[in-house]
């Protein structure tokens, strides 16, 4: 094997004393002679496409035994089975493409995650006294909390319906439930009719809340892939924030909660048309031998200029349609199980950190602050999440995930610290409502800019492309699970700790996902899928 540095467009080759710029035929075979103590790369080619604009540089004694690639593509090793796999150089355009269209179809997937998350807790009195279960709490806690059973299942289920029918298809497949639910829920007569319809619905959203972030993650291009990957959890506080919305005119015509429900519809029928007319994630595509679909695919979605330096990336991660996709139990292997466990203790972190509690006491909290208003208390949170997101969107690509998740998780420790004093020392006492107000929003804020958009973005790409779609799935499945034991418990843990202990308890948390994250984390900013693949790659 010869070494090869790429250099500004300019492949310096070892090749003995003589120092020549000889002539390279594009479609001829290029053989390297032994040298002095190196191997040798025999009947080496590369396609004529490949070797556009590619110079010979001064050719120096001696032969090395790599082909290096500028820094950040890493490092390749071309093989003898299949060198026209890997070519001699990558050159970077400047995208023609629009991906911004398909980004914002896959969002109407994570604005229906977040309304149907939403919309229950404004129009759940109304419903109740509708389907006449005004008096019976645990049929209520059963319309409430079967959604988040149903997302449990979704989304373990979203991982192998990508892997089996792509990502476009399976957006398809799940307006199915999204929309059906939205109408059962809506057309409710009886209890049971309501749970069902929620059962769908969160069947869909668990589906969606894995399927939005990965078909994100492998169509964006890698200098804005953090930007538009945390705007799937932007467009989820939007979510949020159009169910409450949604409830204003519910005081005024009680009957209006079935509307709520109802309008959920429009944007299900939406994502299926949409998807229906959107490109296919070129990374599927070549994983399942479809190389030319990929490459039209790149096409769309970056233009013509892209393609060689794409499908360079697909070629070089080593993924390809030779290897059969991973099963569930690949996940726990030697080869996957540290980066997969990365990812489900970011979710873990996440919930465990407290959001969901926070949310749920917030309106307790800002009356003791004399805000009486639910709407105004929840209109005061859903505004911080997205602020905060917003922030997170614009820095995600400068500052890097990781450094985000430290500084987010750091804040919303120092947030929850905060929140405990105004609770117990007596000091404090005559500030203890403005205080837990301030800590609350600060908590919110630290939340959105790091520790609820990153983990979504992260974990597609630091998941091999052989396991990504069930690893997300993975992780979301412990999000949501998480998810529907603290709202199960955390009334009943306040009651018998108070609320100061379990705020402390999160604070604590939060600082050992700190030194977790400063562990085992790796940054991903400005690095493509595929680089990042080869770095982590642990052979069996």
């Known amino acids: 094997m010869m070494r090869c540095a790429l250099k500004g467009g300019v492949c310096v080759a070892s090749w003995g004393g003589d120092r020549r710029s000889p002539a390279v035929n594009p479609s001829s075979s290029v053989r390297m002679p032994t040298g002095n103590g190196g191997g040798c790369c025999s009947g080496l080619r590369s396609r004529a496409a490949d070797l556009a604009g590619l110079e010979m540089a001064s050719l120096r004694g001696g032969v090395g035994g790599l082909f290096r690639s500028s820094p950040r593509y890493g490092r390749l090793q071309a093989t003898a089975s299949d060198p026209e796999d890997v070519p001699l150089e990558k050159v970077q355009v ?254 873990l972190f996440q919930q465990l950190a407290g959001i969901n509690a926070v949310v749920y006491y917030s309106t307790s909290v800002f009356r003791s602050a004399g805000i009486a208003s639910d709407v105004a208390a929840s209109a005061l949170v859903g505004a911080a999440n997205v602020f905060g997101t917003i922030i997170a969107s614009s820095l995600m690509d400068k500052q890097g995930r990781k450094s985000l998740l430290i500084t987010s998780f750091s804040g919303m420790g120092a947030s929850m610290l905060l929140l405990a004093l105004s609770f117990t020392w007596k000091v404090l006492a005559p500030y203890s409502g403005t205080l837990a107000v301030i800590g609350t929003v600060l908590y919110v804020l630290s939340f959105a800019l790091g520790a609820g958009p990153v983990p979504a973005l992260l974990l597609p790409e630091i998941f091999a492309s052989r396991i990504r779609a069930k690893a997300v799935a993975l992780s979301l499945g412990m999000h949501w699970v998480s998810n529907f034991f603290i709202g199960l418990y955390f009334l009943s843990v306040v009651h018998k700790f108070g609320i100061s202990t379990v705020y402390l308890g999160f604070a604590s948390v939060c600082a050992l996902a700190v030194l977790y994250i400063a562990g085992n984390v790796v940054e991903t900013k400005g690095r493509s899928l595929e680089e990042i693949e080869r770095d982590l790659s642990v052979v069996d």
Not at 137 to 154: E, F, I, K, P
Not at 173 to 200: E, H, K, N, W, Y
Not at 249 to 256: E, G, I, K, T, V
């Open 94 to 347: 400047k995208s023609s493409g629009h991906v911004l269209p398909y980004v914002g179809v896959a969002c109407l997937g994570a604005i229906l995650f977040g309304y149907h998350l939403g919309v229950v807790n404004g129009a759940l009195e109304y419903l109740a006294k509708d389907l006449g279960i005004a008096e019976n709490a645990v049929l209520q806690g059963w319309v409430v909390s079967t959604s988040l059973a149903g997302a449990t299942v979704g989304s373990f289920t979203g991982g192998s319906l990508a892997d089996k029918f792509g990502r476009t298809r399976t957006f398809i497949l799940d307006a199915a439930p999204l929309a059906l639910g939205a109408f059962l829920s809506a057309t409710a007569q009886d209890v049971r009719t309501m749970i069902i319809g929620r059962l769908l619905a969160g069947i869909g959203i668990g589906i969606s809340s894995a399927l939005v972030p990965l078909y994100i993650s492998e169509i964006s291009p890698t200098e804005i892939r953090g930007t538009l990957g945390s705007v799937n959890q932007l467009f989820i506080c939007i979510g949020i924030l159009a169910a409450l919305l949604a409830g204003l005119p519910l005081a005024a015509n009680p009957a209006w909660w079935r509307t709520m429900f109802g309008i959920a519809v429009v944007p299900s029928i939406l994502l299926a048309v949409g998807m229906a007319f959107s490109p296919e994630s070129p990374r599927w595509l070549f994983q399942q031998g479809k190389v030319t679909q990929a490459e039209s695919a790149v096409k769309r979605l970056y233009g013509k200029e892209k393609v060689t330096e794409v499908m360079y990336d697909l070629r070089a991660s080593g993924q390809s349609s030779s290897e059969p996709e991973a099963g569930w139990f690949d996940l726990f292997s030697n080869r996957y199980w540290k980066v997969v466990s990365v990812g489900a203790a970011l979710f």
